[in-house]
């Protein structure tokens, strides 16, 4: 283990505190994933990196880290409330599939999305409609300790209730009082005792079509309930993070909190973490703004916003140049921008491959640079200053490289490990070629393409010495990685398999 000086902003303290787990070496996180109804976009996108880095580094610290986040494929209704259709039942009519066929669909299309991020996948993904049973018994618990009752087939979480005896919303900081007396009881919702209580269990509708039967009715768990639960499950009844975007404060993490005390009689949550929004041209991202662009759309440069298509690494770069916590706003410069710096930053990474030594004894001091890395980290995650700190050790590269500077072989090491551990261990920051190539026209890939012709040279001279095993070999070996290699009167032909 290294030694631990982390501090993590929790939002329900509204202070950075020392990070300690709860148990030595382990840490356990539950991050708030998506709901499967939908192609993912950059909202998407920020808290997937955001805990990602959290992921990476807590690792890279020495802890082992149990890292749970959630698919919802049931319960949340449109417009997050407590009536209304569920949208991946809706988006299953509209499309005429079953509802997990919708589901599927969607999460193999995150998957390759946050692949293509280079976001580590979660130890855990656990899918609500997998944890019917478990939803269940959590309710049972929650009736038994008074804090919820069933109306008319369905089960209501007694806000008022849980308000007077614990305090409900200190998450959000919202208003509870306010919320009880100014919330109206709308229309369908007669059957809560207070407009502001919220559904545990909700009896479907003859036309709802995802629906299990319960002591109280074949109906459905309502969507804040499959958090509670979940984490329980895999984390246990306390647990060291919690995490998800400022938009689910309220109500879904301050709900989580109020079913988890009913259920438990004490929080189970130590560190509560939120990203902030992106937003796009100073405005909000939305469906209906026209302002909504998915993942695939940025990385094939295929909505009238964009000006040309970003890679994925880019869009992975934009996001770290930002704290978390802090706003981001896309434009097209904005993200241009992030290209360039990226281009930098891989091009001096590349250039530290073929360094060479001219000083005997060290002349840089690399160990300033990783200190400064390592505090930026502790800070919150402040990965700007992480960025910042790798750019003046890819200056320090890129004098060495044109001969402005000198560097013993200690400092060429101290900066291969630099930039191993911090930009492609924690960061996540990869050389992609294919964006690469795009950028650049094609010149990026040409030490790839000189690589296969190395290769085919090799062969030829295999074949005038009758050495037919390497001759094979080579053929056979890139045949399989995907090239197709065709023999021609003056040398050969290559190409990408189709
Ligand atoms: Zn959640």
Not at 214 to 240: I, Q, R, V
Not at 287 to 300: A, P
Not at 382 to 391: K, S
């Amino acid at each position: 283990m290294k030694p631990n000086n982390l501090t993590i902003y929790n939002t329900l303290s509204r202070n950075k505190e020392t990070f300690r787990p709860l148990h030595e070496g382990l840490v356990g996180m539950y991050v708030c994933g998506p709901t499967v109804y939908g192609d993912g976009h950059l909202g998407h996108a920020r808290p997937a990196i955001t805990f990602d880095i959290v992921q990476r580094y807590l690792k890279h610290l020495g802890y082992k880290v149990r890292y749970v986040r959630n698919i919802t494929d049931v319960g949340h209704l449109e417009h997050d409330a407590d009536d209304g259709e569920d949208k991946i039942a809706k988006k299953a009519r509209l499309e005429q599939l079953e509802p997990m066929e919708v589901v599927q669909y969607y999460l193999n299309r995150y998957h390759k999305a946050m692949d293509a991020l280079n976001v580590l996948p979660p130890s855990i993904e656990p899918h609500a409609s997998g944890h019917i049973i478990e939803q269940i018994e959590y309710i049972k618990k929650i009736l038994d300790s008074g804090y919820a009752y069933v109306s008319d087939g369905s089960v209501y979480f007694d806000v008022p209730k849980f308000n007077r005896d614990y305090g409900y919303g200190k998450l959000s900081g919202r208003n509870i009082d306010e919320l009880l007396a100014t919330t109206r009881d709308l229309d369908g919702q007669s059957e809560k005792h207070n407009p502001a209580d919220f559904a545990l269990w909700k009896k479907a509708a003859p036309e709802h079509i995802m629906h299990w039967p319960s002591p109280w009715s074949e109906g459905f768990p309502g969507w804040h309930l499959e958090c509670s639960t979940m984490s329980e499950k895999y984390l246990g009844s306390h647990f060291d993070i919690h995490g998800g975007g400022m938009d689910l404060k309220f109500p879904h993490h301050d709900c989580e909190i109020a079913q988890s005390v009913a259920h438990n009689g004490e929080p189970t949550v130590r560190y509560w973490m939120h990203n902030n929004m992106i937003t796009i041209n100073g405005k909000k991202m939305g469906k209906s703004l026209g302002n909504f662009i998915t993942l695939d759309e940025f990385f094939t440069g295929s909505h009238p916003l964009l000006t040309q298509a970003y890679s994925p690494m880019t869009i992975r770069f934009f996001i770290l140049q930002a704290h978390y916590r802090g706003t981001v706003d896309f434009s097209n410069e904005a993200l241009q921008g992030a290209e360039k710096a990226l281009g930098r930053m891989l091009d001096a990474y590349r250039r530290l491959r073929d360094l060479k030594p001219g000083a005997d004894t060290p002349v840089h001091d690399i160990a300033a640079i990783e200190r400064r890395c390592y505090e930026a980290l502790d800070d919150d995650f402040n990965t700007p200053m992480v960025i910042a700190a790798l750019f003046d050790a890819c200056r320090i590269i890129n004098m060495i490289k044109d001969g402005n500077a000198a560097a013993s072989q200690a400092d060429i090491d101290a900066l291969r490990s630099l930039m191993d551990t911090f930009m492609v261990e924690i960061l996540g920051i990869v050389p992609d070629v294919t964006a690469a190539a795009e950028a650049d026209g094609g010149q990026s890939v040409k030490p790839f393409e000189d690589a296969v012709d190395l290769l085919l040279e090799i062969r030829a001279g295999a074949k005038r010495n009758k050495d037919w095993a390497t001759s094979d070999l080579i053929r056979n070996r890139l045949s399989e990685i995907g090239f197709d290699v065709k023999d021609t009167k003056d040398g050969w032909e290559w190409s990408l398999k189709k």
